[in-house]
């Protein structure tokens, strides 16, 4: 369980007060309008964005404190999410040890993740030389090493086209499912949520209300989102 | 507001940037407690106030005056080759005084070419030395970063404004007046008082062209001081009095200044519907090609007289120049171990830190330290001994304010752009500095590099106040020669001294972007 409790987490000018719970294993979608604070929620939780109230509890065990790099959360950006010059097999082994020195065992888990994401073989290419889908793969095969237990999506996904974002979510779902991962994923399209969420934490006016099931939300919008979605 | 955690900290920068501070105000407290209270300033100290005043103001003032048309010609007009004149005059920047001062006998000396020209209508030869030679050279100099800071000002006139006033069928005098003027009085001032402060601290240009009680600046009276008379007590005081003089400078051009006149996007013509008439193109074509001939013959002077000579060159140049090469490798490596830190300090939150290291590298003059330094080895080991390492020092102090321009946004941005996915890996640290900053870095630490190796390579300052006659850089050499009459061989080294200056930039700056991915 991922416990938010009667947080407030400061960005700048603006708060975002959060006090829910989610489910782990679950697939969870964080939806408002833009600046409402999805980023800075899941910016809390990745540890990037200080408390100032509250607490956030992993299976119990508060993470204040703790550094982005040591919480049980993996995270993809926006954008930026592969370092240009190093290799795919590189940014992929950043996952396992982030001073590179891996030994054999740790290659060949890299080059399995390759696989499991479709890159067989193309560990050795550098981003510059891959598609903007099989960079996200890249990035996916990473968090698929990194082997933590949340996964955080802040739109990583946004620049794709609708085929090959709906593809890259499907891929999300399904290793999420395989590893059991819990998923919290920003978006901006009701869409999205309805492909692979099973819940929905709405973000509007400074508040993080609690999930709620996917369709039965979006079908019965509460005002602040129905103004949102129009 | 918390800061955002980084994954590199400031603790290493903040270290070099206290050593660099510690050096520049070192050594000042050296030279102050050495100079005699009381004492003041002789009367050969006031006139070489007065002459750094005026040459400066002089240099400023010409400089940017003849910027303006040929700023405003390049802006408008396109022609073949508008790119590589704007490229050249970034040059002057890493071209060696000494080599520069060379090419300007050459073509404006007593036996130069003008006074050849000059001689054929039954005219006089021109007279180089003495004010005017000290304000030509610094006009070489600073026109074309002249050019370039105003050049800039006009590409950042929105293409908008220049649709608006053609639509309005706006004249030239109207032209001027709605858009040029607004912006020069913008941007002139910085341009003005950059030029002001580098001229208050010329050596190099004093020394070879001006002397005399009558054309001596106050860097040069510090090295006279010094050299001649080894009156530590009145070079200490002209130290004090040149610093103050600087560091106002300084603090003036960093206020009133807009823009660091190497950016990029220089070379984008603005589509303008003015200045069609023959005499608006043949006026700016005039410019343009004065402006260009003004420094390329300099240039082209140097290497015609030195070619002949460059076989012949004798061993104690070619000493002179490994001693060069040394000096120049030693401070480029000082320069990045200081500014790499000192950028991602400046980046992970710390920017004050460039913006106070930027002051005191313009606000202090070369000598004042050199002067500190000698007093400060003095008591313990013979000062000429070290002019190697000494001089290595200097130079990449010197090059400190504009290795922190090109590095500070760079690291920002780096930081910026992967900070968050390096801490979420948790690669912080050393591990961070390894696999993501110089990685990153890469192109802006090879042109930095580059800048630092030519401008030292180059440097004729604190060497002549530390080296004994048995040691020697390249432009120390070239001004020894000179001073024996022995042009030939001065201008053989000379382009021997600018082609190790430019190769140093040319392969690090290359080097730097060789295979970087974007």
């Known amino acids: ?230 | 507001m918390a800061e955002r955690a980084q994954p590199i900290r400031a603790t290493a920068g903040i270290g070099a940037a206290l050593l660099v501070a510690a050096l520049i105000l070192g050594t000042l407290a050296a030279v102050a407690l050495r100079a005699e209270t009381g004492s003041g300033l002789a009367t050969s100290d006031w006139s070489a106030l007065r002459f750094t005043l005026t040459q400066a103001s002089l240099s400023a003032l010409l400089s940017v005056g003849l910027a303006i048309p040929v700023a405003r010609a390049l802006a408008r007009r396109r022609f073949a080759g508008r790119r590589l004149l704007i490229a050249l005059l970034g040059a002057p920047f890493i071209l060696p005084v000494i080599v520069a001062i060379l090419g300007l006998l050459a073509v404006f000396g007593r036996a130069g070419w003008l006074s050849v020209l000059l001689g054929l209508f039954g005219l006089e030869p021109v007279q180089i030395y003495g004010l005017h030679g000290v304000v030509l050279a610094h006009v070489f100099f600073n026109l074309p970063l002249a050019t370039r800071l105003i050049l800039q000002g006009w590409q950042e006139i929105p293409a908008e404004r220049f649709r608006l006033a053609a639509q309005l069928d706006a004249g030239p005098l109207a032209m001027w007046r709605l858009l040029e003027v607004p912006m020069l009085r913008r941007v002139a001032p910085g341009a003005l008082a950059v030029v002001f402060a580098i001229c208050l601290s010329s050596f190099a240009v004093a020394l070879t062209l001006g002397g005399g009680p009558r054309a001596t600046t106050i860097e040069l009276a510090i090295y006279q001081a010094f050299r001649f008379d080894f009156d530590l007590g009145r070079a200490a005081l002209l130290s004090g009095l040149q610093l103050v003089l600087t560091g106002a400078a300084a603090l003036v051009a960093l206020r009133v200044s807009t823009g660091e006149g190497f950016g990029a996007g220089l070379d984008r013509a603005v589509q303008r519907w003015d200045g069609k008439s023959t005499l608006a193109r043949g006026l700016d074509a005039g410019w343009i090609l004065l402006a260009a001939a003004f420094l390329l013959l300099p240039l082209a002077a140097i290497v015609l007289a030195g070619l002949p000579g460059l076989a012949t060159l004798k061993g104690s140049v070619w000493q002179a120049a490994g001693n060069s090469v040394l000096v120049a490798a030693l401070s480029t490596a000082l320069l990045l171990v200081l500014a790499l830190p000192m950028a991602a300090a400046a980046a992970a939150g710390r920017g004050r830190l460039a913006e106070l290291s930027g002051i005191l590298g313009l606000a202090a003059s070369p000598l004042v330290i050199g002067t500190g330094l000698f007093i400060v080895i003095y008591p313990f080991a013979s000062p000429f001994a070290l002019a190697l390492p000494v001089t290595a020092l200097v130079n990449a102090v010197m090059a400190l304010p504009f290795a922190m321009r090109i590095l500070a946004p760079r690291a920002q941005e780096v930081l910026g752009r992967y900070g968050r996915l390096s801490l979420s890996l948790d690669m912080r640290g050393w591990h961070f500095v390894r696999h993501v900053y110089l990685p990153r870095m890469r192109a802006q630490t090879g042109f930095a590099a580059g800048l630092a190796a030519a401008l030292s390579m180059g440097d004729l300052g604190v060497v002549a106040l530390f080296a004994d006659p048995e040691f020697a850089t390249l432009p120390l050499q070239i001004y020894r020669l000179m001073g024996a009459y022995r042009m030939e061989a001065a201008a053989a080294a000379a382009l021997l001294l600018l082609a190790l200056s430019m190769g140093a930039f040319w392969i690090l700056d290359r080097g730097g972007r060789w295979h970087a991915e974007t």
């Open chain 1, 1 to 230: 369980m991922l416990k938010l409790e009667n947080c407030r987490i400061l960005n700048g000018g603006y708060a975002v007060e959060a006090n829910l719970e989610i489910r782990t294993g679950s697939c969870t979608a964080v939806i408002g309008p833009s600046g409402a604070g999805k980023s800075t929620l899941v910016e809390a939780i990745a540890g990037f964005l200080p408390l100032t109230r509250g607490e956030i509890r992993w299976q119990g065990a508060d993470m204040a404190g703790q550094p982005p790099g040591k919480r049980p959360v993996a995270m993809l950006f926006q954008d930026g999410n592969l370092f240009p010059h190093l290799s795919a097999a590189q940014n992929v082994g950043l996952g396992l040890r982030a001073s590179l020195r891996l030994s054999d065992a740790d290659w060949q888990k890299v080059e399995a993740a390759l696989t499991r994401v479709g890159l067989s073989g193309m560990g050795a290419r550098k981003p510059a030389a891959l598609s903007g889908g099989q960079q996200s793969r890249v990035a996916l095969a990473r968090v698929l090493v990194q082997g933590r237990d949340i996964l955080l999506l802040d739109e990583p996904f946004a620049a794709l086209g609708p085929a090959l974002k709906a593809e890259m979510l499907d891929l999300v779902a399904e290793l999420a499912r395989e590893s059991g991962a819990t998923v919290l994923m920003v978006s901006h399209e009701p869409a999205d949520a309805r492909r692979i969420a099973d819940q929905v934490v709405l973000v509007a006016e400074g508040r993080a209300h609690p999930p709620q099931p996917t369709t039965e939300l979006l079908d019965n919008p509460p005002p602040a989102l129905k103004a949102y979605l129009g």
